[in-house]
């Protein structure tokens, strides 16, 4: 260990303090990993400096090209997804973004499910049009409705499982194949499935290899699992892939911050637990609702009747703790809000798989191009509340419809 050098003189005292000498022992282990944080990383020489390269994961250049934290988050993330490269960003949204950026060029054309995660939509809407990026949407419960989209512009197909808000869960297999077949890049929205309800890697294991390219996945849901942090990843297995993602991302500057990486790393080792109970509890509730006169519908992937639920048992061993309810039309969209204003555990507030159940009354009509449902709909995402207690609530703001 460094000798410690006599009291510095006042003068130097600042100095002192930053280049103290000490160094703690090697070897600490905890369960948890430790926290680097850094935006400047140190080079023992010029040498050491111009060798580095910051496209490899075998040292270190810059805090936003990854730190110990961060490579040890995007190799847990890899290993969750099925996948070989990940890269994190800081929210699902950017993730989406990063592929767009990485995949498109002026003159291309990407395709997206007309039941994508909204904002994925309106990015396509707003800045693609701007850069010149044509966009069209599918739909994603009809697989020639996909072929017929493809056209000789198209790059990049997006894929979503289940629909979100209104959760048709689609022949995803069949949607790669047919990508695939006309050779275009496919990239799932993988938030739902978390790497857990199905590999989106290893999408018909009894038939043979089929894989998506990519798979971004929201890290706010969860893998964070907290409702507190927001972040994004995107895994690939293909080398060349991840390098072009890779190169996008250094460019746009999209970082993560130590502390979210730290939570998102602390929480990990409970996700399949997590995923397990609110899956358990979201289809109690699912059932309990498919049982009440005041709704049409319950859509649940995993809920025989709801659509794709064939599709869904074909390709998943479990689903997310999230679905939706279809009111009946005698019930106006203000009977609905007053519904929903009366849960007490269920608050309002968008996202998914935290710990607090969270409900969020959507009007179909205006989030679709051709809108399947037209009454009121109604999203809960069940948190880790019991479920009794879930379902109680329900039915004590149910006496707000008729008033
Ligand atoms: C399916 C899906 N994808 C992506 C996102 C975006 O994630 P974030 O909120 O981290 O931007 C969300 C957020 O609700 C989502 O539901």
Redesign the pocket.
Known sequence: MAKRPASPAKASLSTALIHDPYQPPPGFAAPQPGVHKASTVIFRNTAAMRARNWKEKAGYTYGLHGTPTTFTLEERIATLEGGTHTLLL???????ALVDAALLKSGDEVLLPDN??G??KELARHELRDWGIAHRFYDAMDPQSLADAIGPATRLVWL?APG?VTMEFPDLPALVRIAQSRGVTTAL?N??GAGIAFSAFDLTPAVGPLAVDMS??????YPSGGGDV???AVTTRDEALHARLKLTHMHMGWGVGANDAEFVLRSLPTLPIRYEAQDRAARALAEWWSQRPEVTQVLHPATPGSPGHEHWRALCTSAAGLFSIVFDERFSPAQVDAFVDALKLFKIG???AGPVSLVVPYDVATMRVVPAWRAPLVRFSVGLEAVSDLIADCEQALRALAR
């Open positions: 800081p929210s699902g949204l950017a993730a989406i994508a995660y904002p994925s979503e979100s929205d938030t739902w971004m996945h929201a890290l706010t849901k927001l972040m994004g968008y996202s998914w």
